[in-house]
């Protein structure tokens, strides 16, 4: 079983959230899923330096103010990923290029539960929502 270490980042836009929209995968459960934007963490990267490389790649933005969030150990029926979440901010959000993903969505936090995340996403999503609500 394959074990996928990853960074996902969480970008704050001013109180709402970007959420991101997955291409299709031949794994039913990510295609087409929302997620928060990010990927592999590869050798010689930290999980932040793998962050602000895999966003610039997949949407042509800086990030900055990078601030660990959560970690997640989540088990796909194929495969398992350690996904460690940072908060983040953006600066330049009308260069954003979607290079990989379907669509994009500036949510508050109240909407995020609305949408069908990758079921690793939900504990990030939780801890989100319940933040706002302490
Ligand atoms: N980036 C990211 N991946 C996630 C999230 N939730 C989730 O289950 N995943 C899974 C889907 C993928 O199978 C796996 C790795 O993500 P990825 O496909 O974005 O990584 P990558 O860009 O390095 O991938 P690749 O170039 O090897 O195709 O993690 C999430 O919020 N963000």
New binding site residues.
């Given amino acids: 079983m394959k074990h996928?270490f990853?960074?996902?980042?969480i970008i704050q836009v001013n109180d709402e959230i970007l959420c991101?929209q997955?291409g299709p995968?031949k794994?039913d459960?990510?295609s087409q899923?929302?997620?928060?934007?990010?990927?592999?963490i590869?050798v010689g990267e930290t999980p932040e330096s793998a962050l602000v490389r895999?966003i610039k790649?997949?949407l042509n933005l800086n990030i900055s103010g990078l601030d660990f969030f959560q970690t997640v150990d989540?088990q796909?029926p194929d495969?398992k990923?350690t996904?460690h979440?940072f908060k983040c901010f953006t600066s330049n959000l009308e260069e954003i290029q979607l290079n990989?993903h379907l669509n994009f969505l500036q949510l508050s936090l109240s909407q995020l539960s609305g949408l069908d995340?990758?079921?690793?996403?939900i504990p990030?999503v939780e801890k989100l929502i319940s933040e706002s609500n302490g």
């Fill in positions: 996928y990853v960074s996902a980042a991101f997955r995968s794994f459960y990510v899923k929302y997620e928060f934007p990010g990927g592999k590869e895999e790649e997949e989540h796909y495969f990923i996904m979440a990989e995340w990758a079921a690793a996403d990030f």
